[in-house]
């Protein structure tokens, strides 16, 4: 009996131990999110409350991203990217487009690469003109939710945590 239970307990630690490993694939970010967090105009600016959604489809190899982003102050913020993933590279275009009460539309193009590793993707965004470079990290932190954070000149000016509202993998009861 005792050599039975040493045995189940090595293969529940090994079963763990491969999951801890497992690579989150694209399509993993597949459905519908809703992300809450922080956000600011530039790097000594006040942090303000932002909410968002987020449509993600995605196969193995591509992955199409549409978030709308809203303050109270009713700033509007919708960044649309496609990213294509070979080996652990990522590559792709996004498009900004901040739109501010009573002032003419921001759009603002750019080119994103980057690597992902396991539940990482570190992402390098090199917008049009002379608007400095956008460092962007996305990590699966669960099944059902992802963080968000980028970053200017080294100054943090989005910093967001977003939940599964729809679409995805079905997840046991104990996952979610």
């Given amino acids: 009996m005792t050599i039975l239970r040493a045995l189940l307990a090595g293969t529940f630690c090994l079963g763990l131990i491969a999951n801890a ?3 989150t694939k694209l399509s993993d970010f597949t459905g519908e999110w809703s992300g809450r967090g922080q956000d600011r105009d530039l790097p000594l600016a006040s942090w303000e409350p932002v909410t968002c959604r987020d449509a993600i489809r995605a196969d193995s190899k591509q992955l199409h991203s549409e978030m709308t982003c ?3 102050s009713g700033v509007r913020k919708v960044v649309t990217m496609t990213v294509t993933l070979e080996g652990n590279q990522l590559s792709g275009k996004i498009t900004r487009k ?6 003419p539309d ?3 193009n750019g080119t994103v690469s980057g690597t992902r590793i396991d539940d990482t993707a570190n992402l390098l965004v090199r917008w049009e003109g002379a608007t400095p470079n956008t460092t962007i990290a996305l990590k699966l932190t669960t099944p059902t939710s ?3 954070q980028a970053t200017v000149l080294g100054a943090s000016m ?4 977003f939940r599964r509202t729809s679409g995805g993998p079905t997840l046991p009861r ?3």
């Fill in 21 to 23: 490993g497992a690579e």
């Fill in 70 to 72: 809203e303050r109270k």
């Fill in 98 to 103: 901040v739109a501010k009460p009573g002032q």
């Fill in 106 to 108: 921001d759009v603002i």
């Fill in 146 to 148: 992802f963080s968000l």
């Fill in 158 to 161: 989005f910093d967001l945590t």
């Fill in 174 to 176: 104990n996952v979610r």
